[in-house]
């Protein structure tokens, strides 16, 4: 049976010019910095988030721990939204790795209250950790795809900044959010001293995120890559992907957020928990008991019947459109909820 993959973003396949171009990449050893497609993409990366510099990581993983290690001592403490990828997917690598301690602060949404981040700010005291670092995820996961209000963003960025506290971007699915609003990717990147964005997920290259900052973050966080074994030497056949994911693959994100739409708003007539407003990007979160169904099970009939989500909860399926999933996916992923409503 071939299934219809709505799982995840991560389950996209690189483009036949994404397969052409890796063949065909120029590449050196980029720990010497002498791979000239890891150079251009950095360029680009750099340019598009308005950014002093860029660095290629393997994983977004990597590239936001590098940033919390290079922001960061050990010892301090990290702000962040309480359902954030950092803290809730990240194998609690912020305290193995950089010794640092996690402060999350519930949001609505993946949306935190500038006045709850101003509270959670630790006052200097010689019992309490120092606060050098505040965490935002736009779009966030968790919060079905939520964009981040610019003024936010920046209330938040004003706040840490005027405390001495630094500011990294989980962007993710930062064109997301991009596509989504109108606002350009380097407009919420402004108000971050480090951003993490993947070019992976709906930009479809097969691997590969970018750490953009200044000049001295990069070259502060070169070392700590290469520490965590990011260094990778002739990685310009994994660059040529990026480079088309973020020259040819941006804009295609609204075919995404138009399929995730229509599935919000089908699902919802039918009586399933959905409210389509906040299908916003990509995500829909589904509340199946609200029809009196179980989470787990309705996985399973799903998949039965050729379609895969995930149990985002003991409540809430997660469905995610992406590159490779056609209007005809979605009318037929609209018909198994049916059928499974009507049984």
Do not use: W
């Amino acid at each position: 049976m071939a299934f219809i993959d709505l799982r995840s973003d991560t389950v996209t396949l690189p483009t036949e010019e994404m397969r052409k171009a890796m063949a065909n990449a120029e590449v050196g050893d980029d720990v010497y910095g002498e791979d000239p497609t890891i150079n251009r993409l950095e360029s680009l990366a750099a340019e598009i988030m308005g950014k002093e510099a860029a660095m290629f990581v393997p994983s977004g993983t990597m590239g936001n721990q590098v940033s919390v290690m290079t922001h960061t001592r050990r010892g301090d403490e990290v702000i962040m939204e309480a359902e954030s990828h950092v803290y809730y997917y990240e194998v609690g690598a912020m305290a193995a790795l950089s010794g640092v301690q996690a402060r999350p602060v519930p949001g609505v949404r993946g949306v935190m209250n500038p006045e709850d981040v101003k509270r959670a700010i630790r006052e200097p005291n010689i019992h309490y950790p120092k606060t050098t670092l505040v965490v935002l995820e736009n779009t966030h996961n968790r919060g079905g795809g939520k964009v981040l209000p610019l003024e936010n963003v920046k209330t938040i960025s004003e706040i840490a900044h005027s405390n001495g506290i630094n500011v990294h971007m989980d962007g993710a699915r930062i064109f997301n959010a991009q596509v989504a609003s109108g606002i350009p990717a380097k407009e919420y990147a402004q108000y971050a001293d480090s951003i993490m964005f993947c070019l992976s997920k709906g930009l479809s290259a097969p691997v590969g995120s970018m750490v953009a900052g200044s000049k001295d973050f990069i070259e502060r966080a070169r070392k700590n890559r290469k520490m965590l074994g990011g260094g990778m030497r002739q990685a310009g056949i994994l660059a040529a992907a990026g480079i088309i994911a973020l020259t040819k693959m941006v804009d295609r994100l609204q075919e995404d957020h138009d399929h995730a739409k229509l599935l919000g708003e089908k699902l919802h007539e039918m009586g399933y928990g959905v409210n389509p407003e906040d299908v916003e990007t990509n995500m829909v979160v589904v509340d199946v008991t609200v029809v009196g169904k179980d989470v787990h099970a309705m996985e399973k009939e799903l998949k039965d019947r050729g379609i895969l989500a995930n149990a985002n909860s003991n409540k809430t399926l997660r469905l995610v459109t992406h590159y490779g999933i056609t209007a005809e996916d979605i009318t037929k992923t609209i018909d198994a909820f049916n059928d499974i409503l009507r049984q």
